[in-house]
């Protein structure tokens, strides 16, 4: 089983929706988390961290689910620069384990 | 914010070749620094953990006589794909950890011809 999972996509969305992405994680020691922002050929960027129950970021919102061990990214009011690639991260001791990514278009 | 560095950006060679990729953490010190590898369309897969001092440990199925690295300073990781393949083709990048928090050079595409 993958450390971390996340459901690929494609998720096409119309500018202005909604869109949330889910990642689940299978050490329950896993300490942190970390949403990645990657662009095409470009390296990831970090987005978010999550270190207790959730963070928010303006349009953006993380959280963290312990006993369920799944983390969320919530995007409001999507724009056509949130097209990306969205990675999950976790963070177990001196390990970072990516996710495979989420796939993300915004569509005008 | 911490800020990693590689270099080359980009590096085309010939089949057989030796290619080295540089990996400096610019602002901070690090005692460990990670390389990954990642394939079109595919997620950031871990290579192995360069470790300063000390031997790199190589995740499974990683070919570490192909796959050199060497961590000589607390700034400085380099990545050596000796004779490489066009298989080997692929974007290439480090992160270093801060606090618990990684930060990622900016990569290394590599075409090998």
């Known amino acids: 089983r993958k450390e971390v999972e996340q459901d690929p996509g494609p998720f096409n969305v119309p500018e202005g929706a909604t869109v949330a992405f889910n990642c689940t994680y299978s050490?329950?020691?896993?300490?942190?988390f970390f949403w990645y922002r990657q662009d095409c050929r470009k390296e990831p960027k970090l987005l978010m961290s999550v270190y207790s129950s959730g963070n928010e970021d303006g349009r953006f919102t993380a959280q963290l689910n312990r006993a369920s061990q799944y983390i969320s990214l919530l995007i409001r009011d999507s724009k056509l620069s949130d097209s990306a690639t969205y990675l999950c991260v976790a963070n177990t001791g001196n390990q970072f384990y990516f996710g495979t990514g989420t796939s993300l278009t915004v569509i005008p | 914010g911490a800020v990693v560095s590689q270099h080359p950006s980009w590096v085309i060679c010939k089949s057989g070749t030796s290619v080295k990729i540089e990996c400096r953490s610019l602002d901070f010190q690090a005692t460990t620094m990670f390389w990954y590898r990642q394939f079109p369309k595919q997620s950031l897969m871990l290579m192995a953990t360069s470790n300063e001092g000390s031997k790199a440990t190589y995740e499974q199925g990683v070919e570490k006589d192909k796959f050199l690295i060497n961590h000589a300073s607390l700034t400085l990781s380099t990545l050596t794909v000796t004779s490489a393949h066009p298989e080997d083709s692929s974007f290439y990048i480090c992160?270093?950890?801060?606090?618990?928090?990684?930060?990622f050079g900016p990569g290394t595409r590599l075409t090998v011809t």
């Open positions: 992160s270093a950890p801060l606090s618990y928090e990684q930060y």
């Open positions: 050490n329950s020691a896993s300490q942190s």
